[in-house]
């Protein structure tokens, strides 16, 4: 029987049988890439996707034979090394993912390719270093260390220094580190009534991430603001560890094991007691929600973790269905620019954020939606930062065009990747960048230090426009 074009059933991704000495197996990895790449050969529909298609294909066309057995095996690497796993190939493209019986999962087979090289050989101390958020992030986050932290970052002198000795390169804007921990400071409120809705249950668990912990409070403090104007009871995930993602990608998947370990009894006490459990930063939602599952899909407590476990905006848009998400919005926000991240997209709850911002009256969103190029670190990496401006270039266009008041992704890092791009690119003279929740407060009326602000009227609704852009 012929093989047919494409899938007519949705697709379903397979638990990665990382255990299995297999997985492991030098040669058997080869023969599944070789295979792999001999059908994207054929196909090169993601030719525009990221560059490690485009350096695939060039390792085919430069190759003796002009197919995949004139390519040196021992270069498949560089593909790999290309990809930065954002999933967009298998999310968006490939019409042959399982239960197409060609069953490409490309990303999975590059995280494989990636655990293969990091148990044969590990990893280099910058890639080690970049990973470790928690240690980076307990060592910097403070009152003393910070304030020298983020002058050095912003010092030419010192960034050049850092770009030859590790290798981050020089002209990547960093997130800076705060000298006040959200966690030490956040202020949940558990004394609210409980309103569960039907899909929503009315009490959060907030899993802070690194991320809004070490760089970005104010994220979590707005995130707390938006649900304590909304009445609904909230508390912190105690004892957090790294959710696991950095190492992911780099293929170090015992130590994704042991923070697995370390978090899901937290986690799974929430959600055995009914909580939803947010986390602000999409690849964190994801990896609870499908990277750890697939990792372990026997373990029961890490998939009752994934169904309790939300996106901030999929909360409140369900909390809206339920009627029980205020829409008292007393500030429009005129034109927003807003960036959909791959990590929020591959979790196929559709366009959330957008749908929630569009309530606001007085607003108008324009939607991009496509891979800003920067994943959490691979951008920062002297070898992959101009691939990674590169990328970036068609959203940074996009998300210009309209002269944006704000522009603004789920993705705290793609934001200030998009905005250095817009700079650079001419495109951004004066958007603000702020995150989605960092806008909803402040529509709900709130300014930066969660304080109402005196004196405003609740809008009155009207139609909105909304543009999309892919
Ligand atoms: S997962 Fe993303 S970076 Fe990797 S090959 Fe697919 S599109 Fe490219
Ligand atoms: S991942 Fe799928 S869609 Fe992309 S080039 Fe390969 S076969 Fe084609």
Redesign the pocket.
């Known amino acids: 029987m012929a093989s047919r074009e494409g899938s007519l059933e949705a697709p379903k991704r397979h638990p990665l049988d990382w255990k299995n000495a297999n997985f492991y197996d030098s040669e058997k990895l080869q023969q599944e890439m070789e295979r792999?790449f001999n059908?994207?050969h054929?196909?090169?529909?993601?030719?525009n996707?990221c560059t490690a298609?485009p350096r695939l294909f060039d390792l085919i066309d430069e190759g003796s034979t002009g197919e995949i057995d004139g390519v040196d095996k021992h270069r498949y690497q560089e593909v790999v090394d290309h990809c930065y796993l954002c999933d967009m190939?298998?999310m968006t493209?490939?019409?042959?993912?399982p239960p197409h019986e060609?069953n490409?999962d490309?990303p999975h087979l590059m995280l494989r390719a990636k655990a293969v090289k990091y148990q044969q050989s590990g990893a280099g101390f910058r890639d080690k270093l970049l990973s470790n958020t928690d240690l980076l992030g307990k060592i910097n986050a403070n009152p003393v260390v910070a304030p020298i932290v983020n002058t050095l970052n912003n010092a030419p002198l010192a960034r050049k220094v850092l770009d030859s000795t590790l290798g981050i390169h020089a002209d990547r804007k960093l997130p800076e580190y705060t000298a006040h921990q959200f966690r030490s400071h956040a202020q949940p409120d558990a004394n609210y009534t409980v309103k569960d809705g039907n899909k929503t249950p009315g009490k959060v668990a907030i899993y802070a991430t690194c991320y809004v912990n070490y760089n970005e409070p104010g994220i979590g403090h707005d995130l707390l603001q938006i649900l304590a104007h909304n009445e609904i009871s909230t508390c912190l995930v105690e004892q957090e560890a790294c959710c696991g993602m950095p190492k992911l990608e780099l293929g170090d998947l015992p130590a994704v094991e042991a923070l697995k370990n370390r978090n899901i009894p937290h986690l799974l006490k929430f959600a055995q007691q009914g909580y939803a459990i947010i986390s602000a930063i999409p690849s964190c939602v994801l990896m609870y929600k499908q990277e750890l599952p697939l990792l372990f899909p026997e373990d029961t407590a890490v998939q009752t973790v994934a169904a309790a476990m939300f996106d901030p905006f999929e909360y409140l848009l369900l909390r809206h269905q339920d009627k029980l998400l205020k829409t008292d919005f007393k500030q429009p926000l005129n034109n927003v620019s807003y960036h959909i991240p791959c990590h929020q997209r591959v979790q196929n709850i559709g366009k959330k954020t957008r749908d929630v911002l569009q309530l606001i009256p007085g607003t108008t969103i324009t939607t991009v939606e496509r891979c800003s190029g920067h994943d959490g670190t691979w951008g920062v990496k002297s070898e992959y930062f101009a691939d990674s401006m590169k990328i970036g270039r068609p959203v940074f266009k996009q998300m210009a065009t309209p002269k944006p008041d704000y522009i603004s992704s789920d993705c705290a890092i793609a934001a200030r990747h998009i905005e250095q791009g817009m700079c650079e690119n001419g495109g951004n003279k004066t958007a603000q960048k702020l995150h989605p929740l960092s806008l909803l407060r402040m529509a709900y009326g709130y300014d930066d230090n969660q304080q109402a602000i005196p004196g405003l009227q609740v809008l009155s609704a009207q139609t909105h426009a909304s543009e999309e852009k892919t």
């Open positions: 792999v059908v994207c054929g196909c090169r529909r993601c030719v996707l298609f190939c298998f493209k490939c019409p042959y993912v060609w490409i490309f």
